[in-house]
């Protein structure tokens, strides 16, 4: 079994941006550059063979190449436990129909219905029982947050793997747009 998910990757230099504000929230677990990503759909646990028919049905995804800006921050929060602080992203409707067009490939895989609305983020750190004041200010400290637009031109799929230091994520093919 391999954990999927497609994805879109953070360039060097947007996430160099990012890097310089993940600090000031204690016990925040900040992703390493090389993790930073915009996930388009979690697929979960496959198997190999369905791993290889998810491929298929990727390679049939379509879309022009076009331009994405992160801006804004927030938190996820079930409750008052916060779980995660975010860079987020300017509106796109061609993010948007690349993110739809990855959820129709895996409901043609068999794969449930996504329940939860897309919401682009950028996962910027992982938190365990942050002070909700705290995770707070530092989103209204960087509320501000606006990249340059960079270029996308593909998408990826990525396994996850768990590990003691958190989750680390490998390219496992990458499908161009054009």
Known sequence: M?????????PEEIGQGL???????PGAKWRPLASLHLTL????????????????ELTRVRGQPFALALSGAGAFASGSDV?????GVRESADLTQLAGRCERAARRLGLP???RPYRPHVTLAYLAGA????????VQGHNLLASPAFQVSAF???????TSDGA???????YPLS
């Open 41 to 56: 759909r979690f697929f979960g646990e496959l198997s190999e063979d369905r791993a290889d028919d998810l491929d298929v």
């Open 168 to 174: 680390h994520y490998r390219l496992e093919c990458n």
């Open 131 to 138: 002070d909700p004041a705290r995770v707070a200010s530092w």
């Open 83 to 87: 779980r995660a602080v975010w860079a």
């Open 2 to 10: 391999i954990r999927l998910f497609a994805a879109i990757a953070i």
């Open 113 to 115: 219905a996504e329940k």
């Open 19 to 25: 890097a310089q504000r993940q600090q000031g929230l």
């Open 156 to 162: 990826g799929v990525y396994s996850s793997w768990r």
